[in-house]
């Protein structure tokens, strides 16, 4: 996890006179949310499927659907700004959008690979 925030340490240095870009930092911590999220979820209560239960996992495949929304969303946010980044002429790189980019790639398969390989006794 230390690689994602360097990441966001650069996206910050570079925009700090920039007011427009700030934003890329700002998804890279809803990807960590979600990346947090995500690992909050057990994978034994997805798995395990009875009609006569007390909605428990009901409640975590809901929970992990808004972790999928908030991550996806981030991504889907640091690649238009991006996007922005390479079209607009004022600004002087796109470094930051490709920070921004790999910042939320790098925090989210992270988080997906620490929740993949924990063990149910992990919990």
Do not use: H, K
Request: aromatic share 14%; proline share 2%.
């Amino acid at each position: 996890m230390r690689c994602q925030f360097w990441v966001l340490g650069e996206i910050l240095f570079e925009t700090s006179g920039r007011t427009d870009l700030e934003s890329s930092g700002r998804l890279g911590i809803f990807a960590t949310i979600a990346a947090l999220m995500v690992n909050g979820v057990r994978r034994d209560e997805l798995t395990d499927y009875s009609p006569f239960d007390d909605n428990d996992g009901c409640r975590s495949r809901t929970w992990l659907f808004l972790a999928y929304v908030i991550a996806f969303t981030s991504l889907a946010g640091s690649v238009g700004m991006l996007v922005q980044d390479a079209l607009l002429p004022t600004t002087p790189s796109t470094w930051t959008g490709i920070a921004g980019v790999l910042q939320c790639f790098f925090v989210l398969s992270s988080g997906l690979m620490y929740w993949t390989s924990r063990a149910s006794s992990d919990y």
